[in-house]
RNA sequence: GGACGAUUAGCUCAGUUGGUUAGAGCAUACGAUUCACAUUCGUAAGGCCACUGGUUCGAAUCCAGUAUCGUCCACCA
């Protein structure tokens, strides 16, 4: 070891070295457990491990919460791959339905001034399909820059041939079940994007209105909304209120309402609450989920006052065609001019819009699909803890016993409890959506009859429903649809149930739960042992980082600036699981002195080290006690990193690697070398040449996981000759 | 309304499951230095660990309550 590489005589540029450091991994095929296995760097029988990269959606390009994602991810990999695990990870995008059909038919608005209506099915596909590929290529590379050793050659897409097969065929099984049926539900019904949308795309926002009091024969009811009064043939009131008790269940009373005389029916239900309002309201049960389960409950009937596109129908005579907004006054004013209008009071109450477009929702009561969570089913093979093979379950059991055996662990522990309040909530999973863009539910119609199946049926004469599936059905099958599913594929059978899946909380519900769900049924296990919930990546304020407020820092200009290394060390140090954590530029520059701290580290221990004697059979240098000491400290130092590494504390051992590698290798352990490696004694200076060889190696090796670039560039620029590549050396083991 | 968290230095956060004198980074003050370091080193100051009570030989840590903040869920006619 004599020359010098000039390169390191320089600063450390995170921005050569790392797209060219990138490239080299990609043409090792070391992201690739087979390759590993075929290099000799990973035993053919070694333990898998396995994890599913969350596919980001091809709705625009990565943000820190994305970053911050692959950079624990990518952490835990590079472990185990140093660790001689078969490690597999497995990127993939999602076509997330709704968020990506509502982004390009809005910018077709924008610039064309057209809606789906004017395109059509066909071409809006075309468009959106055009529009999801140039996203997915962007997040490609985006991800490439972080750092990410995922196995591209297993890439995946939740809308692509073999996930599609395993979406109609997930369809058809739990249809053929019973567990998926088609049903006449009140669902959340969004007038402006015209689909249904689930409880969790929900946003309740705050608004001020008037609530009116009217006659309602003998009782004065409270309503804000009086345009859906028309069809109220029901007055409910609760059992024990005493007010009321003179009143029977089933009692007929007749009454002048807005349209003339109408015969009311009483009906006692517990639903109602006493204290609210005058403890009376009539039910609009095609139009409003509570009145609706009173009316499924008392078996009554519902009529539908409003259309699909938010205005009246001819029930409500005269006002029939007008909009909600313009029919409400005018409603109020006739019932007025009735003297049917007791009093009327100004009232702030949340009113639930569509997350995605905006629009009120309307509830409506509609033909859709749905997944029975509270169905019994037969389990054929199960190696869910608690539920045996043969046995009757529920999906929710499933949901729930995998998570409660601890089969299935939540880090931080504490979601559980939300986890579990969540499921005890669940209602039956509405899967069918009125948008284009998405797997087409697999079922078709010809007169009354239906069939559902794989592939079309072969006669003429039927026709596919028109709805699309929720985009989390797809994204529920996502770690066995990627391992190739339904086929029994080799991928399978090593590679799951997966090892860690790594989210944000957020999704806990939406994704998490689902994937529990389906896994459960389809394949009769967990998808996953280990849950690790980040948190939210919020700027130096504590905001939420986001287009609108303009505060999102792009982790490529990340990249760019300071490196992805700087980047992924400041995310990975900024908390703990499921904590939110405040990122600011001054942290992730902090990181990138670091990455520059261990470049001169290295500089000065391989210009320390030029005239260290070469080490063969029969000379071998002597460590000195001293010098033994320092590599025992180091050693001890590993072992805790890599407890809290198993332990998922990942922020603990970086922040122990950090200052190890400043304050003790630096700032002492170099310091107190300079008057050794310039002594007369010469044993001495050997062994502390080859004790500073031996620390800046192992700590290349511990730091290679957290900041693969920076590690991996000295590695390379440390041992020459070597065409074993940090990435698959081996972790120290003590 | 229900659930779950958080509250520790000026700021951002640790504190590994009860154990010496509560730590780190940034920021601040003072000093050193051109030495592997454009991106260096040392020293210092800074804390009623939100509050009240309890358990314990011992509490930032466990329990109960209060306050403030946050997140999620439900949503009322």
């Known amino acids: 070891m004599n020359q010098i590489p000039e390169k390191l005589l320089k600063p450390y540029d995170p921005k050569e070295t790392e797209q060219r450091i990138y490239k080299t991994w990609e043409a090792s095929g070391f992201f690739n457990p087979e390759t590993c296995i075929k290099k000799g760097y990973t035993k053919a029988d070694a333990k898998p491990y396995t994890i599913i990269l969350p596919p980001p959606n091809v709705t625009g390009i990565l943000h820190m919460g994305h970053a911050l994602m692959i950079a624990i991810e990518d952490l835990m990999i590079r472990y185990y791959r140093m660790n001689g695990r078969r490690t597999l990870w497995l990127p993939g995008t999602d076509h997330a339905a709704i968020a990506t059909q509502s982004k390009v038919e809005k910018d077709i608005a924008k610039k064309e001034g057209k809606n789906r209506h004017d395109l059509g099915r066909e071409e809006l596909l075309k468009r959106i399909e055009k529009f999801a590929q140039e996203s997915h290529d962007t997040i490609v590379e985006q991800v490439k820059r972080t750092g990410a050793s995922v196995d591209w050659t297993r890439e995946a897409f939740t809308l692509d041939e073999k996930r599609s097969l395993a979406v109609r065929t997930a369809f058809k099984n739990m249809f053929d079940d019973g567990l998926i049926y088609q049903g006449k539900r009140i ?66 009373i007749d009454l002048e309402w807005i349209n003339g005389p109408i015969t009311a029916t009483v009906i006692k239900d517990t639903a109602i609450d006493m204290e609210f309002g005058t403890g009376v309201m009539t039910i609009t049960p095609w139009h409003s989920v509570v009145d609706f389960e009173i009316a499924e409950r008392h078996n009554l009937d519902k009529e539908q006052i409003i259309d699909k596109y938010g205005k009246l129908l001819p029930i409500t005579g005269e006002f029939s065609g007008m909009k909600i907004t313009d029919a409400r006054a005018k409603i109020v004013e006739k019932l007025r001019s009735k003297g049917l209008v007791e009093k009327e009071e100004d009232y702030t109450h949340n009113t639930a819009t569509a997350e995605r477009t905006g629009g009120m929702i309307e509830p409506q009561i509609m033909n859709q699909w749905f997944v029975a969570v509270n169905k019994k089913f037969t389990i054929k093979n199960s190696n869910i803890e608690g539920i045996a093979s043969g046995s009757e379950t529920t999906l929710k059991e499933i949901m729930s016993k995998t998570v409660s055996s601890k089969q299935i662990q939540i880090i931080p522990e504490y979601f559980d409890k939300t986890y579990f309040h969540w499921i005890e909530n669940l209602r039956d999973w509405c899967i069918s959506r009125q948008i284009w863009y998405g797997h087409r539910i697999p079922v078709w119609y010809k007169g009354k009859e239906i069939y559902c199946g794989i592939e079309a049926p072969k006669e003429e004469g039927w026709t596919q429903d028109e709805d699309t599936l929720d985009t989390w059905f797809s994204s529920g099958l996502w770690t066995f649809s990627t391992l190739g599913w339904p086929e029994k594929t080799q991928d399978m059978e090593i590679y799951h149930p997966t090892d860690v899946l790594e989210t944000g909380y957020e999704i806990l519900f939406f994704w998490v739960a689902r994937m529990i769900l389906m896994t459960g049924y389809h394949i009769g296990t967990i998808p996953f042992h280990t849950v690790y919930l980040h948190g939210t990546v919020r700027d130096a304020k504590g905001q939420k980082m986001s287009k609108s407020l303009g505060n999102g820092i792009d982790p490529i200009d990340v990249a760019d600036k300071y490196g992805a290394d700087a980047g992924r060390m400041a995310l990975i140090m900024s908390g703990s699981a499921g904590t939110d954590s405040k990122l600011s530029e001054d942290k992730i520059k902090g990181y990138k002195h670091f990455a520059n701290k261990i470049w001169n580290i290295a500089r000065f221990v391989l210009t320390s080290t030029t005239d260290m004697p070469e080490e063969n059979a029969s000379t071998k240098i002597t460590i000195l006690p001293a010098d033994q000491a320092l590599i025992d400290a180091l050693n001890a130092q590993v072992v805790d990193v ?5 332990e998922y504390r990942f922020y603990m ?4 690697i950090y200052h190890y590698i400043w304050s003790e290798f630096a700032d002492v352990i170099i310091e107190q070398s300079k008057p050794i490696l310039a002594g007369a004694d ?46 698959v050396e081996n972790w120290p083991i003590i």
Request: net charge neutral; hydrophobic share 35%; aromatic share 12%.
């Open 682 to 727: 010469i044993a001495a200076k050997n062994s502390r040449q080859k004790t500073l060889l031996t620390i800046l190696t192992t700590s290349l090796k511990v730091l290679h996981p957290f900041m693969p670039f920076v590690t991996e560039e000295l590695w390379s620029l440390i041992i020459p000759n070597s065409d074993k590549m940090l990435i």
């Open 642 to 646: 890599t407890k809290d590494i198993e």
């Open 187 to 252: 669902v959340n019904w969004d007038p402006k994007g015209q689909t249904t949308i689930s409880d969790d795309e929900i946003v309740y926002k705050e608004e001020k209105t008037k609530f009116y009091y009217f006659k309602y024969g003998p009782f004065v009811i409270g309503t804000s909304r009086p345009e859906t009064k028309f069809g109220d043939k029901y007055v409910v009131m609760h059992p024990d209120d005493k007010r009321y008790a003179e009143y029977k269940d089933g009692q007929k």
């Open 653 to 656: 051992a970086a922040e122990k």
